[in-house]
Every structure is written in C-alpha cells, then in structure tokens.
C-alpha cells in the first residue's frame, strides 16, 4: 500500500493508524476517508447579520472522487455532510464518530459494528459533553456523494432559529465503521444586532504549524468579536496522557479591538513534547467561548546550553555552530567536505509532511521523505541550503518519533 504524505487533520491520521494495525469487519477498512478541504482558505472572523441575510454559503473541495464502495459498506456509504459547534475543540478529544442511532443500527445491519461496544459519548445525540452544542448544516438524509459536481456546489447553511453566538463548522465523512472529520479553520458569529453586546464572544487562533526552541516565545495569534471589558486566558497540555491535563499560562487578559495576541513561554515539563493549546474568552456578562489552535506545537530542547554537542540529536539537525565546529576535522571520512562542511545532511522532496487519516493515494507531486548522500558525514546537520521551516520539520518528525507514546483519546467507529 502506497503511503504518502499529507497535511490533514489530526483525528484522521488517528484513523489511518486504526485502518493500517486494526483488524476491520469491512472491505473498507484500509480504504482512505476521503477529505473535505476547505477552499479558500476561509476568514479567521465571519459575521453573519441575519438582518441583513441569514444564510451563509460554506465552499469547499475534494481532493478526487470517491463513489465506488464495496458491498459490504452501507447503501450510503462515502459520503459528506456538514455541522457546526457552539465552541472548538482540540484535535486530541475528537468529535463523537457517529451522528445518531439510526446510523449506528445501519453499520451493524451490514455487521460492520457491534451496536453494544459503541459508547454513547461517542454518539452526537447522547453526548453529554455536546448536549446542546451541535447544529446540522446539512441533513442526514442529505449527505453528498464524493463527486466533483458535488463539491462544486456550496453548502447553504441556514442560521435562522439558532442562537446568536460564536460557532466553528466541520465537514463528515460518512464511511462507517470509521467516519471521520474535517474542520474549517476560523469562526462563524451568528448575530441580529450590531452591538457587541447583544451577542455572546467569540475568537478563533490563527496559528499554523508552530515549532519553537524552549528560550522562544509562541505567540497566539487571532482574531476576536465581543464587547468591551472582554478577557482571555490561556491554556496548554501535553499530549502524551490519556487525558489532555490543561495549565493556565495566561489569566484573564484584557482585550479589545478584533485581533489578540497572546504570549506562551514555554516551561520545562513542556521541552521536548507535542503540546496542545487553547484560547477561552469571557465577557462582563460571563458568556464565553473556546477556541483550540488548529495543529499541535512543538517545544524543542535549547542551544544554549541546555543540551548541546553532537550526540544531540535534536541540536544536530539544525546545525548547532558547536556541531559544525566539532566535526570541521572529520569531515572528509564520512561524505562530509574536506572543510566539515556537512551540506548533505537530509533532504525532502515534495507536499507538506504531516499526518492524518487516510493517506492520500491519488498521486501527484508529493513524495515521501529522501535521503541523501553523505548522511552519516560530520554531524549530519541539514544542509546549509534548505529553508529553516524544512530544518524545523525535521526536527519535530524527529522528535514524535522519539515519544514514548501516541497521542491518546482519539476515539474510532467501535
């Protein structure tokens, strides 16, 4: 099975690890869930006045088509449909795998599932924890076919009768036993009145990929509506527990305007690890939302002393002075230049390293990792040439493969 590299959401590469290791009742198990990909990209801030138009028009694509299931799947199968929730959530607490019972009593009857090893919570109508909180877009009885005259159409979201507030929207794969999502960067504020104050916060992080040194500060960047005498707090966990267990770093900041900014210094338990970290806004009436930034960050060793020396190998991948320094002399006997000029340390080629659920096996121009010559030279420090963003990625496929343990909580079909 041909597996390539992409940059797709966090709960999906959980399920590419499930449809890779887990024995699967379905002839589908190993087949990719295809995603919904947001395009363009959308505004970190969209205000739906429905004084003046209460339906919003939601665009979106996909990356092929997907509309041969096998028969064993459900008459339905390989699908899309649409949602929106009242608040964010971190990629390592997914959404609830499955929409309703209906849904559920549809995979066992093709004896994909055994309805009694679902968990409730993992189920949108009797969730506890999103009781209340999760609207329908799109209908169950209209989910799409995975085509391209699909995909070309948008997705009308109708707001009227919902409460005015903040709301972040996802696309679904409907593929069971392993559904999936897809969600949209930004946040969508439902309103029917121009002031800030008749209507509850909302925020979302703009953030991309962030991977920083451990004497470096992170700095959360978003965008903001709410009314005046609004604060945020902020709030990081590692990842590596079966539960994400959130530290203030930041209490109860002032803000004003539409944009925030937010500083995280990293502390030591932090080094080293994949972390997670959210934003929650509260105004003077205590209404608040939550918004979780959309990739993990990683928190590197130092270079200043923390670690150091050749046998780092976090340090060595970026080219520490101290490591070229050091292999100025041995250069030449490992493919190194005569000066300890490591140039050919590591290269890749091709799309986005990342990884989430199903791989993408349509081709393209994206390739897998490469090596060069003359790896073992010197101290194997990436070449002097690549761009710093490609340095910094190594390093943190370097550093997830030294965690002790996958991220945990990630929930699947059964």
Not at 167 to 175: D, L, M, N, P
Not at 176 to 202: C, H, M, Q, Y
């Amino acid at each position: 099975m041909q597996i390539v590299c992409r940059k797709l959401p966090g709960s999906a590469f959980v399920l590419a690890i499930l449809a890779a290791s887990a024995p699967a009742r379905a002839g589908n198990g190993t087949h990719p869930r295809t995603p919904v990909l947001w395009e363009p990209a959308p505004a970190c801030m969209t205000i739906v006045d429905r004084t003046v138009d209460s339906k919003l028009s939601l665009v979106y694509t996909i990356p092929y088509e997907d509309t041969e299931p096998t028969a064993d799947e459900v008459d339905d199968s390989r699908r899309h449909q649409f949602f929106a929730y009242c608040h964010g959530h971190s990629r390592q607490e997914p959404l609830p795998v499955w929409v309703t019972e209906l849904d559920i009593a549809a995979a066992a009857a093709k004896k994909l599932i055994d309805p009694a090893d679902v968990d409730a919570e993992n189920v949108l109508e009797t969730s506890t924890l999103w009781k209340d909180c999760w609207y329908r877009v799109t209908g169950d009885d209209q989910r799409r076919p995975i085509t391209y005259d699909e995909a070309m159409k948008p997705v009308v979201w109708e707001t009227a009768g919902l409460p005015v507030g903040g709301y972040v929207i996802a696309g679904y794969t409907w593929e069971p036993a392993f559904n999936t999502w897809w969600e949209r960067s930004g946040v969508v504020k439902v309103i029917d009145d121009l002031d800030p104050a008749a209507s509850p916060p909302a925020l979302a992080l703009s953030n991309g990929e962030e991977i920083k040194f451990s004497d470096e500060v992170l700095t959360l960047r978003g965008c903001l509506s709410a009314m005046d005498g609004s604060t945020i707090t902020g709030f990081w966990s590692r990842t590596d527990n079966d539960v994400l267990d959130w530290q203030v770093f930041a209490s109860d900041v002032p803000v004003a305007g539409d944009e925030f900014e937010l500083d995280f210094m990293p502390p030591p338990e932090a080094v080293g690890e994949s972390i997670a970290l959210k934003v929650e806004i509260v105004d003077p009436m205590d209404r608040r939302f939550t918004a979780h930034m959309d990739d993990l960050a990683t928190i590197l060793p130092g270079i200043d002393g923390e670690t150091g020396g050749c046998e780092d190998t976090a340090v060595n991948f970026i080219g520490d002075p101290g490591c070229g320094d050091s292999s100025s002399g041995g250069g030449s006997s490992g493919g190194g230049g005569s000066s300890g000029d490591a140039s050919t340390g590591a290269v890749v080629t091709g799309g986005e390293a990342s990884g989430t659920s199903g791989a993408d096996t349509s081709g393209g121009d994206e390739t897998g990792p490469t090596e060069a010559p003359g790896k073992d030279g010197g101290c194997g420090c990436v070449a002097g040439d690549a761009p710093a963003s490609l340095s910094l990625a190594l390093i943190g496929l370097a550093l997830l493969l030294r965690r002790r343990r996958a991220p945990a909580g990630a929930r699947t079909g059964v």
